[in-house]
């Protein structure tokens, strides 16, 4: 299965190390990843970074959950905490060796790239283009996706795997 492969591929990076890279480099730290419960709290198209839209893009909106030792995320409900594994919510992830992308592995067969734009402690921001507000035929905006540590105690625990054997 391609998730054993995962360590050997986050080992890898494609870029060599200048001070010129060092300096368009943004703050990403992927042992920031599973270290919280992550919430969406804001989504802006790119040509209006000061508007949150993210009433408008229900599909990226959610509460998640990321393990660095089986490299397994999930996603629920923000509203009553159900998972949305059988919906596809549910995968294997990796960060490029490049620190540039995240590219989840869903249980559905779906495999989804995501720009980094910043990943610390505090924040989990990525970007990707999209149908304006998801409509299908709608011309393509770039989105960024905003998520700060969820602030409501409450366990979240993986499903069982359920992806086809």
């Known amino acids: ?9 986050l080992s890898f ?3 060599i190390i200048t001070p010129a890279v060092l300096a368009k ?4 730290y992927p042992d920031a990843l599973p270290s919280n419960v992550w919430q969406t709290t804001a989504v802006y198209e790119a040509q209006n970074m ?7 893009y229900p599909g990226v909106v959610g509460v998640s959950i990321w393990d660095a030792n089986t490299n397994r995320f999930e996603y629920f409900d923000p509203t009553d905490w159900t998972t949305r594994a059988k919906n ?13 992308e995240q590219i989840n592995f869903f249980d559905n067969g779906v495999v989804l790239a995501r720009t980094l734009e910043k990943l610390t402690p505090n924040e989990f921001t990525y970007s990707r283009t ?12 770039t989105i960024f996706v905003v998520h700060t540590p969820l602030k409501v105690e409450h366990q979240f625990t993986f499903s069982p795997n359920i992806e086809k054997k």
Do not use: H, W
């Open 1 to 9: 299965m391609f998730y054993k492969c995962i360590p050997l591929l």
């Open 25 to 28: 480099q943004k703050e990403i």
């Open 13 to 15: 990076s494609t870029s």
């Open 50 to 56: 000061s508007l949150n839209v993210i009433d408008k």
């Open 88 to 100: 596809g919510g549910a995968g294997y992830f990796l960060i490029t060796g490049n620190k540039r």
């Open 130 to 141: 999209v149908p304006r507000e998801m409509k299908s035929g709608a011309p393509d905006v």
